[in-house]
Each structure stands twice: as structure tokens, then as C-alpha cells.
């Protein structure tokens, strides 16, 4: 056949009937659409959502906002739903480009059709959408399947085409990102092989128009696709001639200049909701190592999940035909090496998603650069492409049958939020997607029930309320039914950030009469309300039909909790001897909260002997996230100890004590987060470098029996020493650092380090414990020294006491033993109690002093220590990523020691 002019050219030996070529297509079509849905489920993210309910806000509603639709669209996360942007005039945009869900509405029309006539509720709205979301998705991937074996036809025999079309279809992420929820890479591959269809014809006015208006679509639905439509616009040009070039540019100028304008007027912003919410350093990764995560990486390489595209190393080996093919060929392989480029700079993971995300947009490119090397495979070389296309369908039908988000939490548990990302769990074979979801078996068929449900009333005394004061006994109430059968749990999200939920269900007479079932369906969840922050929340239920998958939306209320009555901040003396005087108002049995505080460490301690410490990213107890690290429950064992025999805590010390044991390493070191091999690596904590505080204090407290091992650990901390005498922290070079954002003194000598090591030295090698005293005298002032508790002084109070007893009388400036963190100058008060700073020098704390602070702390249930627990210490303040780190447990710790201070005045105390 005759290659069409101004194209590149057909195969010679494709002499099929264009209309039997249509028929292929379709065939091709209705296949895809069949085994993309032959799963029953969306794989969807936050990524999707606002394409998910945001055709229903365009029509429905007439507008672009997400406001008629955002309490759903938010999925019970509140305001820390990322794909959601607040604009300052109160409307609500998607942090995405509106393209795909503007492009898509459409095929939403017989949805919105539904729900009028059936009534749209919150819940049947979110099940419609998942529904709808999954159909259109399926629906656009298979179209670009069908176009693409149209395309490849232009130059390959029918089976080669064939070939390559199922393996696109079935042996890439087509299957599990595109055909499954509505990634923007979807509706990029259809666009990309839309303007390759025309692109490869010969050109007309028509055509250039409506190739010049893909590749505008194409720049706008995704901006780093900017990269391909600029490298196929420059080709584009080139077919079009001098004469309909202007058409090709203008037509593609006039959807990014729609979508220009809308960044501009709606979001305020060039880059749209990415400009309001962005981070300036997103392409802040190395290069290299990137590009080998694109491509070889078990949990994201695109070699990896489609082996059957390593076969384009032999691409050199067959030069392009004509002139025209080779400008396509060449445009297309410079917009591949720097779309490449640009995501290995970036955090090439891609978030939870299956495999290789961010290489789909390439995918018609990649396979229409395959077609001249498969055409020349001969023998063994054709049955080893087959080979590898039939492993990278099996790779994808796992997905497609199994996966789920929560396999990639791994690759990201070493992460500090997104200004430091650890990629070492990505490169582990372990944590491989296909072979981590093999353990977790088939995926429900989420689709084919739909949830039915009510959130009834937030309840407290037996009545409905939308108010409670903090610390008030409270409980949501409802039912749910999966079909006409008992869902498998119901949970109740609190601002995102909270989540209760229950697997017990009471029969409802109410909804077994209405709906002629004898299924339980009715949950009460017991609300924590003294853990509420004062203000508003947003309680969202959420219902599950079966044990794992995604919950369906039921139901959204807001909560208003009030402040505690009357509960003040115990700072100066005289503050807390007026509340003494007014007794009457407070808790009058401590020794029944002295169980409790007891009873409450118990039940806090894990089944390994550790305590769990919680983190927030600011100087407020707002957000926590849960961390395991040798640190605290060294601490919490020096604290209990006094009291260990008369709180009843003797075993949960004994076990802190075993795993402090434990995770002394055969050179004697022990590192912050424990034992690189340890169960909470990569979930509550990182591989870290060792350091010379959890060494010193593990040894002083747990010491193992080889006390060999104690002697190479001195060894490896004296070479640490400074010139002065002081110690630095983490026992490595630098470039050995490990799971370490560091400061601008990358290995500091802190003072409680110094502290620690020494209450060490002076009973293992007391000539060098008095050495480190002398040395740590004359800098206790120095801010050099005050790098993990600037902010917060209650360990170094705390140590005073035994220093004193070590033989190292040491004074802290006073300056230095307060802190300017709201709500935790009560704890400083606490600490200075214990450790003797609140009274003349000799006399033993006043009495009635002590027992109005304890009866502060315990007022409420404990509420202030629930609530505002004691700030133990920060990272370095100059270092890239802000952390400060919290412990109700040595909260309640504090409590028990200064009861016992109450109960026996003066009575000395050995830690």
C-alpha cells in the first residue's frame, strides 16, 4: 500500500479493509471493557476523587465549583483532604486540572438521570460515583486501545497489531491505572493516541484542527504532558506545512488558554489548585537514582511491571523508513527522555498507586516505537517477547484482582513528611507490589453491593446533642446494611484525623419493619471527647460490606466541643495554692487516680515492653503520629522505678527493661528507633545511625550481660569526642548517616547527651565522668548545647537531681527552665517540683503546692495530660523537617512520682 502523503508510511503487507479494521477495533473495544471490569472494583485514590463527583457539581449544579458535592468529595478527611483547595471567597476547587472531569461529564448523564428519579441522598450519591467513576475510567481506556490498534495498523501486519494492542491493553498500567479510576493518565493516553490517529494521516484543514485541539487538550488535562504535546505539536507543525500550520497552532493554543484562564480567575493561580498548594523544591530529588526508580525499581520500575518493553533496546537497530516517520520517531524520543527527566527529579513513587503511574502517559509512544522491532523478531526472539508480554499481563491482573493501597505504605514509612523521603523500601523486592499483594488474596467485588445507611445522632446523657464539653461522656449511633446483610464494620472519622470504628451490630426493629430484613444493622460507637480539641469537628460514618476494600460514605454531622470548665495552666506558686484553697470543686481521691495513672501505663505498654512516643510536625499536640523509639521507654523505666513496687508496674518493667536489653547490637551501640531488624522498621520508625544517647542511658538502665560489648560501645563513643570534652551525638561519619535530617551542626554535642553519658561514665569510669562534668560546666549556656530541648527543659531539669547524687553538682541558668510553648509551662512547674528548683535550697516541697497540682493534672479524667501531654524534646530547629516529640505516658509518669513526693516529703529517690 502506498503510504499516505504527508504521513509515514503503511506497511506493504496491510491490505485489510478499512471496515474490517473498524470491526477489530470495536471487537478490541468490547473486550477491554469487559476484563476491565470483570473485577467489580475501583482502585482509586485521593488523586481520583474530584474527577469522581465533580461531573456531578458541572451537571447538577451548573458550576466548576465542588461545592455542591465537597462534603462527600472529602471523604471524612476535613482539611487534610489534599485534592480539595479552599479559596479564599469559600468555594472549593480540585487541586487537579478540571479537564478530565469536564471531558468526562457526559458519560455521567445517566447517572444524574438515576438520582432524580430515584432521590440523590450523600450515600447513594458516593456509591453512584464509585460506580460511575469505574464505568467512565474502563470506558476511556478501552476506547484507547481500540484507537491504538487502528493506529498501529498504519504501520504493521493485523497480528503484530493485534499483539501490541492486547499488550498495552493488558500487560501495562492501562489495566490498573487508567481502566480503573480516573487518573488523569487516562484520559492522557487516549488524547496522545487521538493525535497520533490524525497526526499519521495525511493532513487536511479538519485534521489539523482537531489535532491541534488534542494536543491543547493534552498540555491542559496534565502539565507535565506539556513535554509530549510540545514534542508532537513540533512534528505536528512540520505535517501540517506552512499553509495549515497557523490552524494546528491556534486550535491547540484555544484549550490552554480555557484552562490558563481558569487558573487565573478561579484558583488565582497560572498552575491552577498545583500554584495554591505546591511546594517549591517538588523537583528537589537526584537524577540518576531517579531515573533508575522509573525503570528498574521492584515497586515502580516500568521494566519491571511491563518486561515486554525492554525489547525497544533493539529500536536502534531499525532506522525510521521515510522522512516523516523519522521526524515523528525523533520528536517522540525527545519527549520521552524528558518527561523522564523531569519525573526522576521528583518523588518518582507516585503516591499510592499501582506501579509505574507516572510512565503511562508515555505508553503509546513506547508501543508504537515497538512495532518495527517486534515486525523483525524471528524464533527464539519472538517467543521470548511473548513470554514477556504473558508475564506482564499476570504482573497487571494481580493488580487488577488483589491490589490495594495499603501495599505501598511500606516504600513510605521512613518519610518525614514530603520534605524528606527516604526511597531505600522502594528498591526492596519485598515490598513489590505484585508480590506483597499476593499475601492479601483477591479483593472484594466492592462494586456489586451497595451500602445502605443513616449516621442517626450524636448522643450524650440519652439525648441527642451537636454540643458536648470536653470530657463528656458521648456516642454516635446509626445502622448500616451491606445489600440486605450485616456490613462487616462501621467506622466514624473524626476531621480526618480520628478514626473509631466497630464490628457489633444490634438489631433495629425500626429498619428490620421498614426494610424486610432480619439482618442487625444498628452500631453505637462510644465518642472520646476529652481527646477534642475546643471547636468544631466533622464526624463522617463510613460502612464496609466486607473486611477489607474502601468504606462507603453514610453520613456527615458536626460536633461543637466546648472547653473544660474552670481549667486554668498551673504556673506560679500562688496560682496554684488559690485552686488548693477551693478544694472543695476538686477530685478528692488521689489514691483511686493513682490506680488509674497506673492502670493507664499498663494498658499503653506494647506486647514487646515499649512505649509508644507521638509526633507532630509543630510546637502544638495537634496531629500526632505514633513513633517506637528505645528513648522513652528508657525514660519511663528511670522514672517508674521509685515507684515501680507500690503502683504495681514492677512487670511492665521488668519487660521495658528485656527490650531495652534487647536492642543492644553485638558492637554494644543502640540506635533511637531500635534494631534495624526490629517489627516496627519502616511502620513506627527507620534504620537509623547508632547514637551515644540511647547507648548511655540503655546501658545505665538494662545493661546486657557481655559486658565486652559495653566496652567497644565507650570505645566507638570516645572517638566522638570533641577537643573541649563533650560528646556528639550519632556514632558515624557523616556520609554513613542513616534515616538523619541534620542541622546546621550535622553532629551536635547536646546537653542532655552530655547528661546521660555522664550519669553512665560515673559508674562505669568515673575519672571520665568528673572529665565530662568539668567540660560540660562552662557551656551549660551556650545555645550550641541546647539543640533537641531549646524549647522544652523538662528532661534537663529532671537529670539535675542526678547529677547531683553522680557527683556532678550542675546549675542551669533560670533563663533556661521555661518554656515558651503554650500550655506546657504547667509541666516545667511539674519537673522543677520533682527535681527541688521550686523551693529554698534543702526544704522539701510544700505539701498543699503538690497536692493542688496533682489534683489539675487528674481533674477530668486526666483530661490536661490527654490533652496536652509533656513536650519531651525536638529535632534540630535548623534542620529541614520540624518534629517535636510528646508522651501522655511520662505524663502520667510525672504524676506517680510527684503522688509519691506528696505521700512520702523529703524521702530520697534513686533513679
Wanted: hydrophobic letters at 45%.
Amino acid at each position: 500500500m502506498t503510504p499516505p502523503a504527508g504521513g509515514p508510511p503503511a506497511h506493504p503487507e496491510t491490505e485489510v479493509r478499512g471496515r474490517d479494521r473498524l470491526w477489530v477495533s470495536l471487537l478490541i473495544g468490547l473486550c477491554c471493557l469487559v476484563v476491565y471490569n470483570a473485577n467489580l472494583r475501583a482502585i482509586s485514590a485521593g488523586d481520583t476523587y474530584p474527577a469522581r463527583y465533580l461531573p456531578f457539581a458541572i451537571l447538577q449544579h451548573h458550576t466548576i465549583f465542588l461545592d455542591p458535592v465537597a462534603k462527600v468529595a472529602a471523604q471524612g478527611r476535613g482539611d487534610t483532604a489534599y485534592w480539595l483547595v479552599p479559596l479564599p471567597d469559600g468555594h472549593i476547587i480540585s487541586v487537579y486540572p478540571v479537564v478530565m472531569p469536564v471531558l468526562t461529564a457526559p458519560l455521567y448523564l445517566p447517572a444524574v438521570v438515576y438520582l432524580h428519579v430515584r432521590g440523590s441522598t450523600d450515600a447513594r450519591l458516593d456509591y453512584v460515583a464509585k460506580v460511575m467513576e469505574k464505568l467512565s475510567a474502563s470506558f476511556l481506556a478501552a476506547l484507547s486501545a481500540s484507537l491504538l490498534y487502528l493506529l498501529l495498523r498504519r504501520r504493521a501486519t493485523a497480528p503484530i497489531a493485534l499483539l501490541l494492542t492486547l499488550a498495552y491493553a493488558f500487560g501495562t498500567t492501562t489495566w490498573v491505572i487508567s481502566s480503573q479510576a480516573l487518573w488523569q493518565q487516562g484520559m492522557a493516553e487516549l488524547l496522545v493516541i487521538g493525535a497520533l490517529l490524525l497526526l499519521t494521516a495525511p493532513c487536511t484543514a479538519p485534521r489539523a484542527l482537531a489535532a491541534g485541539l488534542l494536543l491543547g487538550l493534552i498540555a491542559g488535562n496534565r502539565p507535565p504532558d506539556v513535554i509530549l504535546a510540545a514534542a508532537l505539536g513540533a512534528y505536528g507543525l512540520f505535517w501540517a506545512g506552512r499553509r495549515r500550520a497557523p490552524l494546528l497552532a491556534a486550535a491547540a493554543a484555544l484549550p490552554m488558554v480555557v484552562v490558563l484562564l481558569y487558573n487565573l480567575r478561579v484558583a488565582g493561580s497560572v498552575e491552577g489548585g498545583y500554584g495554591v498548594i505546591g511546594h517549591a523544591s517538588f523537583f528537589r530529588h537526584d537524577l540518576l537514582p531517579g531515573v533508575g526508580g522509573l525503570l528498574v525499581s521492584p515497586t515502580r520500575g516500568l521494566l519491571v511491571f511491563s518486561p515486554f518493553l525492554l525489547f525497544l533496546v533493539l529500536a536502534w537497530r531499525h532506522s525510521p523508513r521515510s522522512r516523516e516517520e523519522r521526524g515523528l520517531t525523533l520528536a517522540m524520543c525527545i519527549g520521552i527522555v524528558i518527561q523522564i527527566v523531569l519525573y526522576a527529579k521528583a518523588d518518582w513513587r507516585g503516591g499510592l498507586s499501582w506501579g509505574p503511574r507516572y510512565m503511562t502517559d508515555l505508553l503509546p509512544f513506547l508501543i508504537w516505537m515497538l512495532v518495527p522491532v517486534v515486525a523483525a523478531l524471528r524464533g527464539t526472539g519472538r517467543v521470548c517477547f511473548l513470554i514477556a508480554v504473558g508475564v506482564s499481563v499476570v504482573i497487571e491482573a494481580i493488580g487488577a484482582f488483589s491490589y490495594s493501597g495499603s501495599v505501598d505504605l511500606p516504600i513510605y514509612a521512613a518519610d518525614h513528611d514530603w520534605q524528606l523521603q527516604d526511597m531505600r523500601a522502594a528498591w526492596q523486592w519485598r515490598n513489590a507490589p505484585f508480590i506483597a499483594t499476593l499475601k492479601q488474596g483477591l479483593a472484594p467485588a466492592e462494586l456489586t453491593v451497595a451500602m445502605r445507611g443513616s449516621f442517626d445522632a450524636i448522643e450524650s446523657g440519652g439525648r441527642a446533642t451537636s454540643t458536648v464539653t470536653a470530657g463528656q461522656e458521648a456516642s454516635v449511633t446509626g445502622w448500616a446494611l451491606a445489600g440486605d446483610a450485616t456490613p462487616a464494620q462501621v467506622a466514624v472519622t473524626i476531621d480526618g484525623r480520628q478514626t473509631i470504628a466497630t464490628s457489633a451490630f444490634i438489631d433495629r426493629p425500626d429498619v428490620r419493619r421498614t426494610l424486610h430484613t432480619a439482618s442487625p444493622a444498628g452500631w453505637r460507637i462510644p465518642l472520646d471527647t476529652a481527646g477534642l480539641a475546643p471547636g468544631e469537628h466533622r464526624l463522617t460514618a463510613f460502612a464496609w460490606a466486607f473486611g477489607k476494600g474502601e468504606g462507603q460514605y453514610l453520613e456527615e454531622r458536626t460536633l461543637t466541643v466546648r472547653t473544660i470548665p474552670a481549667a486554668g495552666v498551673v504556673v506560679p506558686p500562688a496560682g496554684v495554692e488559690n485552686r488548693a484553697a477551693g478544694e472543695a470543686e476538686l477530685p478528692t481521691d488521689l489514691k483511686e487516680d493513682f490506680r488509674k495513672a497506673a492502670v493507664r501505663l499498663r494498658d499503653h505498654q506494647q506486647a514487646p515492653g515499649y512505649w509508644l512516643t507521638a509526633f507532630t510536625s509543630k510546637a502544638s499536640f495537634h496531629e500526632p503520629g505514633p513513633e517506637m523509639n528505645t528513648f522513652l521507654t528508657a525514660l519511663l523505666v528511670d522514672l517508674l522505678n521509685p515507684v515501680a513496687a507500690t503502683s504495681g508496674l514492677q512487670d511492665s518493667l521488668r519487660r521495658a527493661r528485656a527490650h531495652l536489653t534487647s536492642q543492644i547490637e553485638s558492637g554494644g551501640l543502640v540506635r533511637y528507633h531500635g534494631r534495624p531488624d526490629g517489627p516496627g522498621i519502616e511502620t513506627l520508625g527507620c534504620v537509623i545511625t547508632p547514637d551515644t544517647d540511647d547507648t548511655a542511658l540503655v546501658w545505665r538502665l538494662a545493661p546486657a550481660q557481655d559486658r565486652s560489648r559495653l566496652t567497644t560501645a565507650l570505645a566507638t563513643i570516645d572517638r566522638y569526642r570533641t577537643r573541649e570534652g563533650l560528646y556528639r551525638t550519632w556514632l558515624a561519619p557523616r556520609e554513613a548517616y542513616q534515616c538523619i535530617d541534620p542541622g546546621n551542626d550535622p553532629n551536635p554535642a547536646d546537653i542532655v547527651i552530655q547528661m546521660h553519658l555522664l550519669l553512665l561514665l560515673s559508674e562505669v569510669r568515673p575519672p571520665a565522668g568528673r572529665a565530662l562534668c568539668k567540660s560540660l560546666r562552662p557551656v551549660v549556656d551556650e545555645d550550641r548545647v541546647w539543640v533537641y530541648y531549646r524549647k522544652t527543659p523538662l528532661i534537663p531539669i529532671l537529670r539535675l537531681t542526678d547529677l547531683r547524687r553522680a557527683g556532678c553538682a550542675l546549675e542551669l541558668p533560670e533563663a533556661r527552665m521555661h518554656s515558651d510553648v503554650p500550655y506546657q509551662q504547667i509541666w516545667v512547674s511539674v519537673v522543677r517540683l520533682l527535681a527541688g528548683n521550686m523551693t529554698p535550697r534543702g526544704s522539701p516541697p510544700d505539701a498543699v503546692l503538690i497536692r493542688a497540682v496533682l489534683r489539675e493534672l487528674a481533674r477530668d479524667d486526666f483530661a490536661l495530660i490527654r490533652m496536652n501531654p509533656p513536650l519531651l524534646y525536638h529535632n534540630d530547629l535548623t534542620a529541614t523537617v520540624s518534629r517535636y516529640y510528646w508522651s501522655e505516658d511520662v505524663g502520667y509518669a510525672l504524676w506517680l512520682r510527684l503522688y509519691d513526693e506528696y505521700e512520702h516529703p523529703g524521702h530520697p529517690h534513686g533513679g
